[in-house]
């Protein structure tokens, strides 16, 4: 999945998915300029955010 498909699926900005990845909340890959998530991760991190919106 790319950046645009992560932040969809999560409703997200991409600065968020910047800060996720910056904390090691998410594993990325980068390709030239390009980030990829693997869609497991991205699932996984589903349960996080929700958490985090209901506080």
Do not use: W
Not at 2 to 30: F, M
Request: proline share 4%.
């Amino acid at each position: 999945m790319d950046s645009q498909e992560v932040c969809v699926r999560l409703n997200i900005s991409l600065r968020t998915l910047q800060t996720l990845r910056d904390n090691g909340k998410l594993p990325y890959s980068q390709i030239q300029h390009k980030f990829f998530y693997k869609p497991k991760d991205v699932g996984a991190l589903l349960t996080f955010v929700g958490l985090q919106r209901k506080e």
